[in-house]
């Protein structure tokens, strides 16, 4: 067994894409999921019936108790954590910003930004008080560069957060040999779009990446193994953007 990942808002898209990423590369995984049990009882039933070692934990990241006790789930069902990927994220609904109401604003904020943070805490706690150095990939997007005017402004400035984090607390932890990174995916195609109103919108916006094709969850999952991988030993702080060229 490589190692063992706790990875957040699992069960679908993305988060779905680097379990299966990670268990062909022999880690032992637990993902959280919040509502959508079907759909994380099929990957477990998926991935364990081929032999992988695979855990599902319903949670919200927002809540803060989870951060303790997801990794208390997953060290006692697989050992202790080794890896952690922060990719549960929301966008509420497309739109202008001026009709965003506020209990939105606070959700995506807290989801996005405090239930990364709280769960990064919990592991540089966890990896410093035991000598034993891991590895941290946080999802942002590019909306945190691009601003999504029009779409999802809230959004955009929550994964702008995150990429300030992440550069912040890399340096903060360098020197214990912790390595923290972010990926920032462009348009994917993903549950997210039609969680946010416009299921369509792949094909709306397509014509602005200069690749001229929206990205595949997997191709994200790569780019994240890569960065908990030893190939990246020399790389923290770093936002790697896999974008097609946004």
Known sequence: MKGVLLLTGGGRGIGAAVVRAAVSRDYAVCFSYLRDEEAAGRLVAELEGAGHKVHGIRG?????????????????TFGPVTALVNNAGIT????????VELPTLR????????????????AIRRWGDAGTPGCMVNISSIAATLGAPNEYVHYAASKAAVEAFTTGLAKEVAASGIRINAVAPGTVYTDIHAAAGEPDRPARVVSRVPMGRIGQADEIAKAVLWLLSPEASYVTGAVLRVSGGL
């Open 107 to 122: 959700r995506t904020l807290d989801t996005n930004v405090l239930g990364t943070m709280m769960l990064a805490q919990e």
């Open 60 to 76: 919200d990241v927002a809540d803060p108790s989870f951060p303790k006790a997801s990794f208390d789930t997953a060290e006692l």
């Open 92 to 99: 509420g609904r497309i739109g202008p910003f001026r009709h």
